[in-house]
C-alpha cells in the first residue's frame, strides 16, 4: 500500500512558477514509476508527466514539455514537479500516481492516487 500526498499548488499569475512536491509512505518508492496528471471540473483526467523508478526516463504531456519538469528523490520518497512559465490554461487540481509497472505511464492505470492539490493561474 502506498499513500500519496500533493502540496505546493496555490495562486500565481501567469508566467510565474511553482513546484509541487508528492510525498510517498512505504519502504519502496524507488521501484514505483510516479506520474503526475491534472484535470479540471467537466473535463477528463489529462497526463502531465511520469518519471521512471530511477529518474532515467521522463514522459510529458504535449501542452506542458518545455515548461515542466519532473524529478524524484528516492532517499526522500518524493518527487516533485517543477511548472514554469504557467498560463491560465494550466488551471487544475493536480494528482500525483503510483504503479509498479504502468501499462502506458502516460495513461490513467495507476495503483495509487493522492487528493490533489489546486493550481490556479490568473491572467
Known amino acids: 500500500q502506498v499513500q500519496l500526498v500533493e502540496s505546493g499548488g496555490g495562486l500565481v499569475q501567469a508566467g510565474g512558477s511553482l513546484r509541487l512536491s508528492c510525498a510517498a509512505s512505504g519502504r519502496t518508492f524507488s521501484s514505483y514509476v510516479m506520474g503526475w496528471f491534472r484535470q479540471t471540473p467537466g473535463k477528463e483526467r489529462e497526463f502531465v508527466a511520469a518519471?521512471?523508478?530511477?529518474?532515467?526516463?521522463?514522459y510529458y504531456g504535449n501542452s506542458v514539455k518545455g515548461r515542466f519538469t519532473i524529478s524524484r528523490d528516492n532517499a526522500k520518497n518524493t518527487v516533485y514537479l517543477r511548472m514554469n512559465s504557467l498560463k491560465p490554461e494550466d488551471t487544475a487540481v493536480y494528482y500525483c500516481?503510483?504503479?509498479?509497472?504502468?501499462?502506458?505511464?502516460?495513461?490513467?492505470?495507476?495503483?495509487?492516487w493522492g487528493q490533489g492539490t489546486q493550481v490556479t493561474v490568473s491572467s
Open positions: 500516481a503510483a504503479d509498479r509497472n504502468p501499462r502506458d505511464p502516460s495513461g490513467d492505470e495507476y495503483d495509487y
Open positions: 518519471i521512471s523508478w530511477n529518474g532515467g526516463r521522463r
